[in-house]
């Protein structure tokens, strides 16, 4: 399996999919959501699920990760950019914005996509994606260790797309 992105042009992630865009929430959050296309997904892929995480983030946040975007029962094998805010046909889970970190945003305006602001210096962002043989039980808003849970047993093939955007 193999993902590609149309937002990451030599390693470096676009300026539009984080806080050098223009589209951002009531809360300053960037909402533009990075495209990407799965190529090659192993036979029986019922469902694709996909986590961006941020592990630069860990001397930030006091020790952990940062999740900027959370999906599962995508059926499809692309993405296109901007989808977060308008796709309908598949669930997203909700991001770090509502950590004490993130200011505690509400899980409605978290559970999209939560672009890219690194506040010290270039992060390393990963777009990990994964082919299930299933549908997962999942609803909107739902948390990474609840994807993980309900993921387990189900990966056929996963692939880590991996990008660098630039500090505010």
Do not use: C
């Amino acid at each position: 399996m193999n993902v590609t992105s149309s937002g990451i042009i030599n390693g470096v992630i676009q300026p539009q999919y984080g806080g050098h865009g223009t589209q951002f929430n009531e809360n300053g959050i960037p909402t533009y959501s990075l495209p990407f296309a799965v190529e090659d997904a192993p036979q029986g892929t019922m469902s694709i699920a996909i986590v961006l995480e941020d592990k630069d983030a860990y001397p930030v946040t006091g020790g952990f990760a940062w999740i900027h975007w959370l999906a599962a029962n995508i059926t499809r094998f692309e993405v296109r950019e901007n989808e977060s805010q308008t796709a309908e046909d598949f669930v997203q889970g909700r991001n770090s914005w509502t950590s004490i970190q993130g200011g505690e945003q509400s899980t409605e305006l978290s559970s999209y996509y939560g672009g890219m602001t690194p506040p010290d210096k270039p992060h390393i962002y990963e777009l990990h994606v994964y082919a299930l043989d299933k549908m997962l039980d999942l609803e909107r808003g739902f948390l990474l260790n609840e994807l993980y849970r309900e993921m387990d047993g189900h990966i056929l093939d996963q692939f880590t797309l991996k990008g660098l955007y630039e500090k505010m």
